[in-house]
């Protein structure tokens, strides 16, 4: 994302470009205005992307550590047991426990993905809506 002040010298450029155009019937100040706050939106966009992003990163690493924490522990308890049918059921009971945290795991990260893209586009949609509002009050101050 440009910095803002990047993004003012661009709109301050525009802005000199309008006038020095003289172009009767432009109000190129609202057209600015309604551009920045394009801008800001997407830049909020972006912003509610990387939080989510993040979160998400952090949650996986947390279900990872968590499984290697049962491996570790099914690997100690293993080693322990010398009875072939008390070893089965142990592998048994860690095979399902681990397609459970599995199917769990997958539905939480697929949660928060959803989550974070429709926070997202959420910004955006709220933007197009009063960009359309503003045109159509511009429009209705022209009749």
Do not use: C
Request: net charge neutral.
């Amino acid at each position: 994302m440009p910095k803002n002040h990047d993004a003012e010298s661009i709109f301050a450029m525009f802005s000199k470009f309008g006038e020095e155009l003289k172009i009767p019937n432009v109000d190129v100040d609202s057209i600015m205005s309604h551009h920045r706050k394009n801008f800001e939106a997407l830049e909020r966009s972006a912003k509610a992307s990387a939080a989510g992003a993040s979160s998400l990163m952090n949650r996986q690493r947390e279900m990872l550590q968590q499984t290697l924490e049962d491996a570790a522990e099914m690997a100690r308890t293993f080693g322990s047991s010398g009875n072939p049918q008390e070893l089965a059921t142990k592998q048994t009971a860690f095979a399902r426990k681990s397609f459970e945290a599995a199917i769990k795991n997958a539905e939480e990260v697929s949660e928060l993905v959803k989550k974070s893209s429709a926070d997202s586009i959420e910004i955006l949609r709220a933007r197009i809506r009063e960009s359309m509002e503003e045109v159509r009050e511009n429009f209705d101050k022209r009749k």
